[in-house]
C-alpha cells in the first residue's frame, strides 16, 4: 500500500520560510518522478514544482521560481519543498505527488497523492 505524508505547513508571516516534507511509504522512491501541487481556496489544484528520480532535473512554476527548491533524500523515501520568501498568495493547502509509473521525466496526473497540509501566509 503507497501511502504519502505531508508535514511542515503552518503560520508564516511573508517573507518568512517553511520546509514541507512527504515521507512516502510502500514505494522504492528512488524509481519515481514526484512534484508538489497546491490548491488555494475556490481555485483548482496547480503544479509548484517536480523532480526526477535522483534528483538531476527540476522545474517549477513561475511563480514559485527563485523562491521553493524541491528536493529528495532516496535512502529516507522523503520529498522536501523548501519554500522562502513566502507571499500571502502562496496560501494553499500543499500536496505532494508520486508518480503511478515508475521512471519517466514529468510528473503525471495519474499519482498518489498525499492528504496535504496547510500554508498560510500572513501579511
Known amino acids: 500500500q503507497v501511502q504519502l505524508v505531508e508535514s511542515g505547513g503552518g503560520l508564516v508571516q511573508a517573507g518568512g520560510s517553511l520546509r514541507l516534507s512527504c515521507a512516502v511509504s510502500?514505494?522504492?522512491?528512488?524509481?519515481?518522478?514526484m512534484g508538489w501541487f497546491r490548491q488555494a481556496p475556490g481555485k483548482e489544484r496547480e503544479f509548484v514544482a517536480q523532480i526526477t528520480r535522483n534528483g538531476g532535473i527540476t522545474s517549477y512554476a513561475d511563480s514559485v521560481k527563485g523562491r521553493f527548491t524541491i528536493s529528495r533524500d532516496n535512502t529516507k523515501n522523503t520529498l522536501y519543498l523548501q519554500m522562502n520568501s513566502l507571499k500571502p498568495e502562496d496560501t494553499a493547502v500543499y500536496y505532494c505527488?508520486?508518480?503511478?509509473?515508475?521512471?519517466?521525466?514529468?510528473?503525471?496526473?495519474?499519482?498518489?497523492w498525499g492528504q496535504g497540509t496547510q500554508v498560510t501566509v500572513s501579511s
Open positions: 505527488a508520486l508518480n503511478k509509473r515508475p521512471y519517466g521525466l514529468t510528473i503525471e496526473q495519474d499519482a498518489y
Open positions: 510502500g514505494r522504492t522512491l528512488s524509481m519515481y518522478v
